[in-house]
Each structure stands twice: as C-alpha cells, then as structure tokens.
C-alpha cells in the first residue's frame, strides 16, 4: 500500500516564484492536513480538509492555498515563495471512522523546500 | 506558555537504561493524548496513545495525568533503534477545531551502544 505520497522530495525555489506541493493518499481518507516543520520544532498545521470540497485554515496559512476536489488529492500551493517558506512540508491524512483509528494521522515523507 | 511543551533534550542513554520524557499542555479541554516518533528526515509516525489509566506496550509506558495536564513516556531496557525524536502530541489542544492535533517541538533520544 502506499498510504500517503507527496512529490516532489525536494524542490529550490527563487524568492517570488510559486509552485506546487503535491499530496495523494489512497486509503479512503476523508481528513487530510498540511503541516510544516522548520528546525527544531514542532508541526505546525498549515491547512486541512474533512473532505472533498471543504477545507480550512490551521494556524499558519499565511502565503499558502489549498483545494481538495477529490478525496484523494490535496494540493498546496506557494503563490510568492519567500524565504521564511524554507520549511519541511509534511502531509497526512486521517480516517474519521472508528474510534480506534480517527485519531491516527498518516503522514508522507515530506517536502524539503528552500526559497533563496 | 507553549500549547504543548516538551524538554528538548538531547536525552543520550547507554543500551538497557531506562528513560523517561515528560510534556504539559496547557488546554484543559485537550481530549486525545499520543506519542509520536519521528526518525532523522523522516516523517512522524505514531509510536502510541496515551489513555487516561495509563497504558503498555511493550518496553513503552505512557501516562496521563489530566489534574496536572501531565503526560509521561517510558521507555524500558533502551534499543539502538530507540533513538529519534518524540514527539508529545495532543488534540483539541489548539484555539482552533477540536479535529487538530498540537505537536510539541520533541525530545530528542540518542541510545548509546
């Protein structure tokens, strides 16, 4: 199974250009999350979905955009890539059945970006 | 005060010691409590829940003390593949849904041969 997929694994950005952080996962998830991870600290929650068609800030959505058009997918977006960009981006995604298992996030092996 | 607040260590324990990891949060109506384990560049992964009574698994023991919004991870008899950063992670923790988990900044472990 490959759970939670992000491309690409690495990507140099120049200050000002935008791109895509891409994120797929195929289990059936309804939540998925963008969480970004500077050195030494925790996740910090960028944006998430509780399904397609809905989604919503988290705590640092400053300079990012999201869509979620089908439950599998769940792109971020970068319009204006600023220094302070230069992050670890993780996505996960979790199940809202059973109490046993909503709770549990899956994450991606994340997105290396630099902004120079 | 950090929403979730961990010691960041390092934490750096011969082979078979026994060690402990301690996190406060601060949201008193914080309803999910987990430990999660995130190798060097790798993503996070959970390591376990933390249940009100205090739960096993393993060589890893967590609890959770609600009075003093206290939570614990033990780990028994330490591994060389112990070593990584754990992560104290609460939900409902943040301002926001109460869907969100508030990660703390980690405890790193290194387990010495």
């Known amino acids: 199974n490959a759970g939670v997929t992000q491309t690409p694994k690495f990507r140099i950005l120049k200050i000002g250009q935008s791109m895509t952080l891409q994120c797929a996962q195929d289990m059936n998830h309804n939540y998925m999350y963008w969480y970004r991870q500077d050195p030494g600290m925790g996740l910090k929650l960028i944006y998430y979905?509780?399904?397609?068609?809905?989604?919503d800030k988290g705590e640092v959505p400053n300079g990012y955009n999201v869509s979620r058009s089908t439950t599998e997918d769940f792109p971020l977006r970068l319009e204006l890539a600023a220094p302070s960009q230069t992050s670890v981006y993780f996505c996960?995604?979790?199940?809202?059945?059973?109490?046993?298992?909503?709770?549990?996030?899956?994450f991606g092996a994340g997105t290396r970006l630099s902004v120079l | 005060r950090k929403e979730v607040e961990q010691d960041p260590g390092p934490f750096n324990v011969p082979e078979g010691a026994t060690v402990a990891f301690n996190c406060t949060y601060s949201?008193?109506?914080?309803?999910?409590f987990f430990w999660y384990r995130q190798d060097c560049r790798k993503e996070p992964k959970l390591l376990m829940s933390?249940?009100?009574s205090g739960n096993e698994d393993g060589r890893f023991t967590a609890q959770l003390n609600r009075a003093s919004q206290y939570i614990s991870l033990l780990i028994r008899d330490s591994k060389l593949s112990d070593s990584a950063t754990y992560l104290c992670?609460?939900?409902?923790?943040?301002?926001?849904?109460?869907?969100?988990?508030?990660f703390g900044s980690g405890t790193q472990l290194t387990v010495l041969p």
């Open positions: 992670v609460v939900k409902g923790g943040s301002s926001g849904s109460a869907r969100q988990l508030t």
């Open positions: 996960a995604s979790s199940t809202n059945r059973g109490d046993r298992h909503k709770n549990i996030q899956y």
């Open positions: 979905s509780v399904g397609a068609g809905i989604t």
């Open positions: 933390v249940y009100s």
């Open positions: 949201n008193s109506a914080s309803q999910s």
